[in-house]
């Protein structure tokens, strides 16, 4: 049979991720190997399902195995798998595109991770083009299952395009041959392979043949006792499940009789790819029964803030005709779901023991913590448990539990006080630490917008509630700290403060004082009932129409300036305005709620004026 090859062309961000793969991948080659046997196992395990279900199947009677030939005289590899194989539109939708969205925000990941990290090709669902790293001929002969379907062959140099033409004689699934470049030739020998199979591919679930012989084991370790699982097994294991090369951080290998039987072992892997500006990842532990898989990336086994972790969790209470659809409703997920979740935030409790570890774990993958308490009402308490701070009592870099907070805190504390700001030096500066420094009331510095949201849904802690320390409604009245310098009286104060209020009026709510400030003339405070600067900058972001910034103002009439005020009030009636409204700027500024900052720059001018 002969007919004409159709040409096609690769999608634009195909073609630059094949450059990046062809022109900038020089370490790690090897890896093509683990991608092209998992897409065969994936095929595999796609037609392991459908013959459950379908009797017209191409190709029937053949085993569900995968086959690798390697020859060192043609500089050949061939990946041949009896998988569900590809239609034509499945070979131009498949190998001609990328399907998932972001994969712009990809190219340019793996652009700026230069030639570190070809592993990231894996972990995002790209791996079928890594065959281009060794190779500048890559053909894929396909049937697919389907009987009424044609026997076809995909070929391309991973330039520009590729070609589709209908050939003869093709087994039902993939037959990947690959050209080897000169300088991949090794890669065509057996004993290369079989390193690469061995390390990479030993969990495979389907049978792997090399020039003949079988290479893989298929063994369940997760249903070993640990004392039987040596820790390259399961470091192996961990490459396997979450189609990395690094090692984990954490591995959690945990077998239970009751309440259900259970088998998981799940693994903590040393990046958290989401960082990459992708969208949240799939579930990334497989649900099995009796070794056998239910589900790759079941939803609803493990709360959405788990889905960094990678493994597997085998039930032998779990029906094998379970489907995808009611997996969620199913009280045994849930149950299952429950006791996981528990044993694993009960595992990272006892993990952080070890904080230079801990701290290290949490650098990366905090922002799932977080998650889980704002959003996993049932394990909220237990997670906050694993939340770290730096905080005022804390060295630079060196963070506080809270647990470590309440032990730490006076005894008719009733709040536990917080700051939102960019970084520490952001804190310290601001006016509102100085109060809780002088009352030896430790704070904690948060320096993540979502932080601020987490607190606020934990609510509180040990009993004692969360709170902002720019917030006017923090009570702080006791145990003043010794004033220095002698204070405005009570009535000059309280005159200056109603002057204040009439000369600010668009921008104060309240002028008052009070016993925050130490060395600053003013605070700015955000009133009980107002937005806090974090989530007004969010919502201005957001584009959203927001009345102007109101605020509290407290004054310190201690402060040198403040009284000097109180004097020129009447003696110079115009630069003590515009002192007064410098001052409700400056402390606006450092509450990051200034708005119009080009309204105080003439002002400065004139008052520069003043002075000089
Ligand atoms: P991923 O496998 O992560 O989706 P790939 O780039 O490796 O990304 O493969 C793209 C798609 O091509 C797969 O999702 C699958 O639909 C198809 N594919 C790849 N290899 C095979 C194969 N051996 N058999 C059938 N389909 C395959």
């Not at 029964?289 to 493990?302: H, N, S, T």
């Not at 995808?324 to 779901?337: C, G, I, Y």
């Not at 702080?476 to 310098?485: C, H």
Request: proline content about 3%.
């Amino acid at each position: 049979m002969s007919t004409t090859a159709e040409k096609h062309t690769f999608q634009a961000e195909v073609r630059q991720l094949l450059d990046i793969v062809i022109n900038s991948l020089y370490t790690d080659k090897e890896i093509f190997v683990r991608e092209l046997v998992s897409n065969a196992a994936d095929a595999l395990e796609k037609m392991r399902r459908l013959q459950l279900k379908e009797n017209e199947v191409f190709d029937d009677n053949l085993d569900l195995e995968i086959n690798i030939t390697t020859d060192d005289t043609a500089n050949t590899i061939t990946i041949a798998d009896y998988g569900i194989g590809m239609t034509e539109e499945e070979l131009v939708e498949n190998l001609g595109t990328i399907a998932h969205s972001g994969s712009k925000a990809f190219v340019e990941a793996l652009k700026s991770s230069g030639d570190k990290d070809a592993n990231l090709i894996g972990q995002f669902g790209v791996g079928f083009y890594s065959a281009f790293m060794v190779s500048d001929e890559v053909k894929v002969y396909t049937h697919s299952w389907h009987k009424d379907g044609k026997h076809l062959c995909w070929s391309s140099d991973g330039k520009s395009g590729y070609e589709i033409e209908e050939t003869e004689g093709q087994r039902r699934g993939c037959r990947i041959v690959i050209k080897l470049r000169e300088d991949c030739e090794e890669f065509a020998k057996k004993e290369r392979i079989e390193g690469i199979l061995k390390q990479y591919s030993n969990f495979v679930s389907f049978p792997i043949h090399l020039n003949g012989d079988r290479v893989n084991k298929i063994e369940a370790i997760w249903l070993k006792s640990k004392k039987d699982v040596t820790d390259e097994e399961y470091n192996e294991f961990y490459k396997f499940a979450a189609n990395a090369f690094d090692e984990p951080r954490y591995r959690m290998h945990f077998s239970a009789d009751a309440p259900l039987a259970i088998n998981s072992l799940v693994f903590v892997p040393q990046q958290n790819t989401e960082k990459f500006g992708f969208g949240p990842t799939d579930p990334g532990v497989a649900l099995y029964c009796k070794k056998v898989l239910i589900d790759p990336e079941p939803k609803g086994l493990l709360p959405e803030w788990l889905r960094f972790l990678k493994g597997v969790i085998d039930s032998e209470d779990i029906p094998l005709n379970i489907s995808r659809e009611t997996m969620q409703d199913s009280a045994l997920v849930q149950k299952l779901n429950q006791l996981i979740t528990k044993c694993f935030i009960k595992f990272l409790e006892s993990e952080s023991k070890d904080e230079e570890k801990y701290l290290e774990f949490y650098k990366e993958f905090s922002r799932f913590i977080k998650e889980g308490v704002a959003t996993d009402r049932t394990h909220q308490e237990q997670l906050a448990k694993l939340l770290r701070f730096e905080s005022s009592m804390t060295e630079k870099g060196k963070t506080t539990s809270l647990p470590e907070y309440i032990d730490r805190a006076k005894e008719d504390q009733k709040q536990i006080f917080f700051q939102l700001g960019e970084s520490r030096e952001a804190i310290e500066a601001s006016p509102y630490l100085e109060a809780f420094k002088a009352r030896g009331l430790e704070v904690l510095f948060c320096f993540e917008g979502i932080d601020d949201y987490v607190l606020n849904n934990l609510v509180k802690f040990g009993e004692k509630e969360f709170t902002s320390i720019d917030r006017s409604d923090v009570d702080l009245d006791d145990s003043a700290p010794a004033a220095e310098g002698e204070a405005l009286s009570e009535e000059d104060t309280k005159a200056l403060c109603e002057w204040l209020q009439t000369t600010l009026e668009s921008k104060v709510e309240k002028v008052q004082t009070g016993q925050r400030l130490v060395d600053k003339p003013a605070v700015a405070l955000t009133p009980a009932h107002g937005m806090n600067p974090q989530m007004r900058q969010m919502m201005q972001a957001m584009q959203n129409d927001l009345p102007p910034v109101k605020v509290e103002l407290e004054i310190n009439p201690r402060h040198d300036l403040i009284k000097k005020l109180a004097a020129a009030r009447e003696s110079k009636p115009e630069v003590a305005a515009a002192v007064a409204k410098q001052i409700c700027d400056n402390a606006l500024l450092s509450a990051g709620l200034l708005e119009s900052p080009w309204e105080m720059v003439d002002r400065v001018y004139d008052l520069m004026g003043e002075v000089i």
